[in-house]
Nanobody, 116 residues
């Protein structure tokens, strides 16, 4: 059974830090590219960061560059999103997505709220 399970979402203060995890099972994790997406109420889902299957290449949305870091551990079948200095605008449900050329898998998301 294919599963992507996000965890680590929480209420965090502006300027704090948070690490999200995405645990995979049921498919060949190491050959999939991974992305972290987010969706705030009333907005479209947007790509926050992505990482290649080997971890060699990463990309970030301009809004999070220099603050967020995406990583993966293929031996643990887990991806991470380190969120440093979060801002209230980062409040959203965060999803991970695993992709190949012809297949996509989504997790159910984890809520991140940035507020003092």
């Amino acid at each position: 059974q294919v599963q992507l399970v996000e965890s680590g979402g929480a209420l965090v203060q502006p300027g704090g830090s948070l690490r999200l995890s995405c645990a995979a099972s049921g498919f060949a994790f190491s050959i999939y590219g991974l992305g972290w997406y987010r969706q705030a109420p009333g907005t479209e889902r947007e790509l926050v960061a992505s990482i290649s299957s080997t971890g060699d290449n990463t990309n970030y949305a301009d809004s999070v560059k220099g603050r967020f870091t995406i990583a993966r551990d293929n031996t643990k079948k887990t991806a991470y999103l380190q969120m440093n200095s979060p801002k209230p605008d980062d409040t959203a449900v965060y999803y991970c997505k695993a992709s190949t050329l012809n297949r996509n898998y989504w997790g159910r998301g984890t809520q991140v709220t940035v507020s003092s």
